[in-house]
C-alpha cells in the first residue's frame, strides 16, 4: 500500500507541490480559508491570502486555484465547509475548508 503523500504526489502535479505540504502541515480539524477581492480601482491589484485557524499563513499557500482544491476536497485531504461570493462583487469570495 501506498503513503497517502505518494499517492498525493501523483494525483496533483508537481506545480501545487507546495499546496500539498502546506496542507499536509496541518493537523486535522484546522479551518483553512482562502480570501480573493479587489479594492475596485486601479493600480490596487487582487488581494488574496489564507488564514489558518483564524491567522494569515500566506505564505504557506503560494499556488491553488478553485480546481485544485476541488481535486484535494475529492481526494480527501480537505473537506469544503463553506463557500461565499459577494453578490455585488464576483471578485469577492471566500473559501472555507477544514484538514481531515
Known amino acids: 500500500m501506498r503513503k497517502l503523500s505518494e ?9 501545487y507541490a507546495p499546496l500539498l505540504a502546506a496542507f499536509r502541515a496541518g493537523a486535522p480539524g484546522d479551518v483553512v480559508v482562502f480570501r ?3 479594492v475596485g480601482y ?3 491589484p487582487l488581494n488574496c491570502w489564507v488564514e489558518c485557524n483564524g ?7 503560494p499556488a491553488w486555484d478553485q480546481e ?12 469544503k465547509i463553506g463557500d461565499w461570493r459577494n453578490p455585488d462583487d464576483p ?3 471566500t473559501w472555507t475548508y477544514k484538514v481531515l
Open 7 to 15: 499517492w498525493l504526489e501523483n494525483l496533483i502535479p508537481n506545480r
Open 36 to 38: 480573493h477581492e479587489w
Open 42 to 44: 486601479l493600480p490596487d
Open 55 to 61: 491567522q494569515d499563513v500566506s505564505e504557506r499557500f
Open 68 to 79: 485544485t482544491l476541488d481535486r484535494l476536497a475529492q481526494a480527501g485531504v480537505i473537506e
Open 91 to 93: 471578485l469577492e469570495y
